[in-house]
């Protein structure tokens, strides 16, 4: 995200308006172990991940049968038009005792959901910028969860330490300043700020690929931010987005509690205690042209007038019972779910 000045957090919302930044939030709709992009059909799945979107998810969901808009009832995002599934892992605190308890979501600056992310997407920073939104059917992932080297990381997956809850002062763009690619290794007394950016360049045939992955890819040259173009292999420009998920970790700051070797505490719900494992997860499920209209339209914030909008209420409302019935850490654990 290219930020112009550095402001303090609080200014998100005016941020979001005077960059053309869609920008809003999608309320928690379950906590599950399913993954119908990775592991499709599998219940199962190898470990837990935190979902908003429409609330026909289920483990076995087929490109372009499968359609979100019209077997949806609801959906967690503000942005009523918006039945896409958006996931990542889950964050677990693992005691000094080996228990494990699950650490909670929060809602960003400026928004009223409950838990959940903030979902970005971009246009573009340039007054002519056009993208293309994506097909029924589409769906990609970036990050590796096996991942556990920094070298090996994809582009735009951060970690940003916040020194208070109101984000002041304000550290810039994302993945710049004193962003880092592994877990943060000291308490951050306003919990952290994950963020997950995905490719912006696709190859305008597959709506998935075996890896999820080589159907889409960076700018040619430059970056997204500086208006890069596509390479011919992926000519088509499709919205940036960019997942913000607000963690808050402050109930674990007590060094007494963490190894007694002071390693960070820490783990992605695969068994990730480095960081580097950070991924995300998108099934494509705006109804009919909304999208397209949405950027088309320059829509910024949460409020849009091509767009619908529900309450925030009703998007908290939008929830989920857990398909795969087991013990979540709210509690504490003595082992990660699926481990």
Known sequence: MLLKSLLPAAAAVQM???????????SQLTLDRIDPLVEPGNMPSAHMHQIIGGNSLNASMKPVEYDP???????????SEDFSNYWTANL????????????????????????????????????NAKVTAFPPGFRMLVGDPMNRQASTMQKGLCYRCEANMQQNPFGGAPCTGQ??????????????RVTVHFPTCWDGKNLDSPDHKTHVTYPASGTFESGGACPASHPVKVPQIMYEIMIDTRAFNNKAEWPADGSQPFVWSMNDTTGYGLHGDYLFGWKGDALQRAMDGKCSGDRCAPLKRQTDQEAINCIKGQSVKEEIGDQWLDHLPGW
């Open 69 to 79: 808009p019209t077997v949806s009832t609801c959906t967690s995002c503000t942005y």
């Open 92 to 127: 677990y605190f693992k005691a000094r005792n080996g228990s494990y308890k699950r650490v909670p979501q929060v809602a960003n600056l400026g928004l009223n959901v409950k838990a959940g992310m903030t979902i970005y997407y971009i246009r573009g920073y340039q007054p």
């Open 16 to 26: 979001a308006a005077a960059q053309e930044l869609m920008r809003f939030g999608c």
């Open 179 to 192: 962003d880092t690619q592994a877990f943060p290794k000291a308490p951050c007394g306003g919990g952290w």
